[in-house]
């Protein structure tokens, strides 16, 4: 049973334009939630996160927006540029308990065309 | 070290055979994780280490898995009569102790079972 849901493999965009990458959980305990980019060969590298006490949270060309009672979370990538081609992985946890363990989403390939 | 180090990347093993993945954590960082992700799927938790100490093994498939940490510092990830569904990309990743500024991963061996 999967937790942590990406329902899109891949997504691709157009240099400058936005990138929408969307995740959705099914566990109601989980309150912690981060994105993760991984590059071919390389480990993934946290990116951003956020509390369920909020619903957004920004930094810099990354936003990460939360619907708790959707249970679902999207990061927005403003603008977008070929650099930004990587999979994203979302993750969730629950910070009163084992909150060690990320459970993880399969990832979305994101692709921004130049 | 500046960042998590694993070794060796690459392992191909034949069927049966023990294999050993070690990983160096940053140094510090008193909490190491191990996790696996097989083809086409998320990051899978194995293992968390405090200290020396795992008070988290619940994710370890089977009995054939088994790791331990030494000194606090580096931590090795054993496989016995290894089988090909084992074929994975083994992550370690190390923290301070919370999870909230996300793991620092290292870049993970690729295990291949023939």
């Known amino acids: 049973d999967q937790q942590v849901k990406q329902n899109s493999p891949s997504l691709s965009v157009q240099e400058g334009r936005i990138s929408i990458l969307n995740c959705d959980y099914t566990?109601?305990?989980?309150?912690?939630f981060l994105w993760y980019k991984k590059y071919p060969a390389e480990g993934p590298t946290f990116l951003i996160s956020i509390s369920s006490i909020k619903d957004k949270n920004e930094d810099g060309r990354f936003t990460v927006f939360l619907n708790k009672s959707a249970k679902h979370l999207s990061l927005h990538i403003v603008p977008s540029q070929p650099g930004d081609s990587a999979v994203y992985f979302c993750?969730?946890?629950?910070?009163?308990?084992?909150?060690?363990?990320?459970?993880f989403g399969k990832g979305t390939l994101l692709t921004v065309n130049p | 070290g500046a960042g998590v180090s694993q070794s060796p990347s690459n392992k191909v093993t034949e069927k049966g055979k023990d294999v050993e993945l070690r990983c160096d954590p940053i140094?510090?960082?008193?909490?190491l994780y191990w996790y696996r992700q097989s083809l086409g799927q998320g990051l899978e938790f194995l293992i968390y280490?405090?200290?020396?100490?795992?008070?988290?093994k619940s994710g370890l498939p089977s009995d054939r898995f088994s790791a331990e940490r030494t000194g606090g510092s580096v931590s090795t990830l054993t496989i016995q009569r290894t089988q090909q569904e084992d074929s994975a990309v083994y992550l370690c990743?190390?923290?301070?102790?919370?999870?909230?500024?996300?793991?620092?991963f290292g870049s993970g061996t690729r295990l291949t079972v023939v």
């Open positions: 990743a190390s923290s301070t102790s919370t999870v909230n500024y996300g793991y620092t």
């Open positions: 993750a969730a946890t629950y910070s009163g308990g084992s909150n060690y363990k990320l459970t």
């Open positions: 566990n109601s305990m989980f309150d912690y």
């Open positions: 140094s510090g960082h008193t909490a």
């Open positions: 280490f405090q200290g020396n100490s795992a008070p988290d």
